[in-house]
């Protein structure tokens, strides 16, 4: 037996049908697509879902695209004191996003200006 409130969203469904309102749905006769979100613990899976229904973006990965616009934007540059300040811009955001990922210094985002020094002295001739 049904209880009240399920009684009457029976009722609706079954109207909907007698009317055809789920006949020609979109994906009819199509398998689901489900999404892999194993990756993600099941406390957060139900605010992930919502978050990203609402196109809403994790700081994190706001931060990540910058940094990749960033980086496009130095590539076709030449050695200017504008790509030294946006080369500055752009370790800011690499050590935000070190920052807020509060995970171990190996599996951190290295900033650019190191590379730089590395390839410098490796270069330079010792006396």
Request: include cysteine; glycine fraction near 4%.
């Amino acid at each position: 037996m049904l209880c009240g409130f399920e009684k009457i969203v029976e009722e609706r469904i079954l109207t909907a049908q007698k009317r055809g309102e789920f006949e020609n749905l979109l994906g009819t006769g199509k398998p689901l697509a489900f999404e892999d979100n194993s990756f993600v613990s099941e406390e957060l899976r139900l605010a992930y879902k919502i978050l990203k229904n609402a196109d809403c973006v994790p700081p994190e990965v706001e931060l990540k695209k910058e940094i990749e616009q960033t980086e496009d934007l130095l590539v076709g540059m030449q050695e200017t004191s504008e790509k030294y300040r946006i080369l500055k811009k752009m370790n800011f955001l690499i050590m935000k996003l070190n920052s807020i990922r509060n995970t171990s210094i190996a599996h951190e985002m290295p900033q650019v200006y190191t590379e730089k020094l590395v390839e410098r002295f490796g270069n330079s001739k010792t006396c």
